[in-house]
């Protein structure tokens, strides 16, 4: 017996004040629906919104690196299983690129909240042609979302 399917497999959490998501089950929906596109099969995601403090203390602990950065994705679960991960994205870094990139917040976000999920099923971006293709499916995501 399965549990309700009402339940979501996507959760946020907010450990930067003054921050919050609108729209969030239709946000959780969508997030689910882009794993499905991509086939890929979700046990759990968890996404932690904080500051660039936070983060940069996750990236030194972690990742042995000393900078700030927007996000961090941490897959959790073995190749061959559902995913199960831990998504902490910096608002303080988000809101900053939002200015440098002259977009809005809400768009910066959702961007940098899809780009997560995209590493996930498996997109990279250390290479420029990689890059190149991340942001050509960030783009396709954001203009789904948005339409």
Request: with cysteine.
């Amino acid at each position: 017996m399965s549990s309700t399917s009402s339940a979501s497999k996507i959760r946020f959490h907010f450990l930067q004040d003054g921050f919050s998501l609108t729209e969030r089950s239709s946000l959780k929906s969508f997030i689910e629906t882009l794993f499905k596109r991509e086939r890929k099969k979700l046990q759990e995601l968890n996404y932690i919104f904080c500051s660039d403090e936070y983060l940069l203390e996750i990236n030194k602990l972690y990742l042995k690196h000393d900078f700030y950065t927007d996000i961090i994705t941490f897959g959790l679960s073995e190749p061959d299983e559902a995913i199960n991960a831990e998504i902490y994205i910096s608002v303080d870094r988000v809101r900053e690129n939002a200015g440098h990139f002259k977009t809005t917040l809400k768009k910066e976000m959702h961007r940098v909240i899809f780009h997560g999920a995209l590493h996930l099923c498996g997109y990279r971006d250390k290479k420029k042609e990689e890059e190149v293709l991340m942001r050509k499916m960030e783009d396709k995501y954001l203009a789904l979302y948005f339409s």
